[in-house]
């Protein structure tokens, strides 16, 4: 488990297309020594902070005035993964860039750029009571737990039908890093329509066609797709601004109800400590 607040050790970056505006997007990573991760914008910071969340349509955007930034859930789970707690991200567009849909090539340049250890705590949130969020027939909710330890399941169409997967040591989980994101093949058409989805493509995303996957090469796992739903769930959760410790349980939740039980838990403060 990680000890101390930490950052990256050097100066890197990162380009690609956003998933959702299609634009060519740049990215500057610098070391931060003040707590937390944040995005600096048009000369707006912006935390990547549970409060600052705006949007939670098809992705977690952030907003501060008129400036926001789509899409940042798998970059923070990458610098979950990789043990990041503070970071300043010069960005030059308003997404951050899809890559191959999954956290991998975020999590691979923070990990050749090392970490740096500062001497303070405050990295982990433990919850301490049981806290839960809920919409429709999905929900999730968290319980006391001195790990982290999360169980999701999902339900879609065939070929994709019923899935569950539980991840015990979710900081050692790597198999969740390099699980992509994934559309069915019919939403397509209305997602382009509302002006979304304009840098997908079989080479971010995988999608479910009515019989099989439409990828030439096909799933990386076999639960690829409950994988990717937790890797979302992740960088969803690091937007609490520490890493959280508590069993986890989801049922269909996405990026509102996973920002939802964040709201919950900060609602009251006898819901967690923080060390």
Same mark, same amino acid.
């Given at each position: 488990? =990680? ?7 050097r100066?890197?970056?990162l380009?690609?297309i956003g998933?959702h %505006?299609?634009?060519?997007v740049t &990215? ?5 020594r003040d ?5 600096? =914008?048009n ?6 902070r549970?409060? &600052?969340?705006a949007d939670?349509r098809l992705s977690?955007?952030?907003?501060s005035?008129? !400036?926001?930034?789509a899409?940042?859930e798998?970059?923070m789970?990458?610098f979950y993964?990789?043990g990041i707690?503070?970071?300043l =991200?010069?960005?030059?567009?308003p997404?951050i860039?899809?890559m191959?849909?999954?956290a ?5 340049e923070?990990?050749r750029?090392g970490?740096? $250890?500062f001497p303070e705590?405050g990295?982990?949130?433990?919850? &301490?009571?049981?806290?839960?969020a809920?919409h429709g027939?999905a929900?999730i909710?968290v319980?006391?737990? +001195?790990?982290l330890?999360?169980t999701?399941s999902?339900e879609?169409r ?5 899935q569950?997967?539980r991840v015990?040591?979710? $900081?050692n989980?790597?198999s969740i890093i #390099? !699980?992509r994101t994934?559309v069915?093949?019919e939403?397509?058409e209305?997602i382009?329509?509302a002006?979304?989805?304009k840098?997908?493509s079989?080479?971010?995303?995988v999608?479910?066609?009515?019989? $099989?996957?439409?990828n ?7 639960k690829?797709?409950v ?5 979302d769930l992740?960088g969803d ?11 986890v349980?989801? +049922?269909?939740?996405?990026?509102y109800? #996973?920002?939802?039980?964040l709201?919950e838990?900060?609602?009251d403060p $006898?819901?967690? %400590?923080?060390?």
């Amino acid at each position: 488990m =990680i000890k101390r607040q930490t950052t990256i050790n050097r100066i890197f970056k990162l380009s690609g297309i956003g998933l959702h %505006t299609g634009r060519q997007v740049t &990215m500057e990573f610098l070391p931060r020594r003040d707590f937390g991760i944040a995005f600096s =914008i048009n000369g707006t910071i912006i935390p990547a902070r549970y409060d &600052m969340v705006a949007d939670t349509r098809l992705s977690t955007q952030i907003a501060s005035g008129d !400036s926001s930034i789509a899409t940042i859930e798998h970059l923070m789970a990458a610098f979950y993964f990789a043990g990041i707690t503070n970071c300043l =991200i010069y960005i030059d567009g308003p997404e951050i860039p899809i890559m191959d849909g999954s956290a991998w090539e975020f999590y691979h340049e923070m990990w050749r750029a090392g970490v740096y $250890e500062f001497p303070e705590a405050g990295v982990y949130m433990k919850v &301490m009571r049981p806290v839960e969020a809920r919409h429709g027939d999905a929900w999730i909710r968290v319980k006391p737990l +001195n790990t982290l330890d999360i169980t999701m399941s999902i339900e879609f169409r065939p070929p994709v039908g019923k899935q569950k997967k539980r991840v015990m040591d979710v $900081e050692n989980a790597f198999s969740i890093i #390099n !699980s992509r994101t994934f559309v069915l093949e019919e939403e397509i058409e209305a997602i382009k329509k509302a002006g979304l989805a304009k840098g997908g493509s079989l080479d971010n995303a995988v999608v479910i066609g009515s019989d $099989e996957i439409v990828n030439p090469h096909g799933l990386r796992y076999g639960k690829e797709l409950v994988n990717h739903k937790i890797l979302d769930l992740i960088g969803d959760l690091y937007t609490a601004g520490y890493r959280l410790l508590g069993k986890v349980e989801a +049922n269909r939740t996405g990026h509102y109800l #996973n920002n939802l039980l964040l709201r919950e838990i900060f609602s009251d403060p $006898e819901n967690y %400590t923080v060390y």
